[in-house]
Nanobody, 117 residues
Framework: VQLVESGGGLVQAGGSLRLSCAAS????????MGWYRQAPGKQRELVAT????????NYADSVKGRFTISRDNAKNTMYLQMNSLKPEDTAVYYC???????????WGQGTQVTVSS
């Protein structure tokens, strides 16, 4: 499974960005996808996850009400709509996919999101 993120950039506080993650390869094995982020000097943290059918989503408390995760299975693409961005959202955002049988975690190369105050 290969994951390619896009959509990062520089935005002012209060603005919006939409990240995309295109998956290719053995995508039928994926049962969950998600977004993680890593700010300078900090550990990588969970932002949001979504199950393969899109029915179950999970968000970090810090982004609830501002970010929305979604996926288009026909396009093998996952999205993260980020609204009301804050400077503390500045980080490299990584796409993640988890396959089953066996359980394997896949990562994209990351996309930089910078929010200026």
């Amino acid at each position: 499974v290969q994951l390619v993120e896009s959509g990062g950039g520089l935005v002012q506080a209060g603005g919006s960005l939409r990240l995309s993650c295109a998956a290719s390869g053995d995508t039928f094995s994926i049962n969950r996808m998600g977004w993680y982020r890593q700010a300078p000097g900090k550990q990588r943290e969970l932002v949001a996850t979504i199950t393969s059918g899109g029915g179950n989503t999970n968000y970090a408390d810090s982004v609830k009400g501002r970010f929305t995760i979604s996926r288009d299975n026909a396009k093998n693409t996952m999205y993260l709509q980020m609204n009301s961005l804050k400077p503390e959202d500045t980080a490299v955002y990584y796409c993640n996919a988890r396959s089953i049988a066996p359980i394997i975690l896949y990562w994209g190369q990351g996309t930089q999101v910078t929010v200026s105050s």
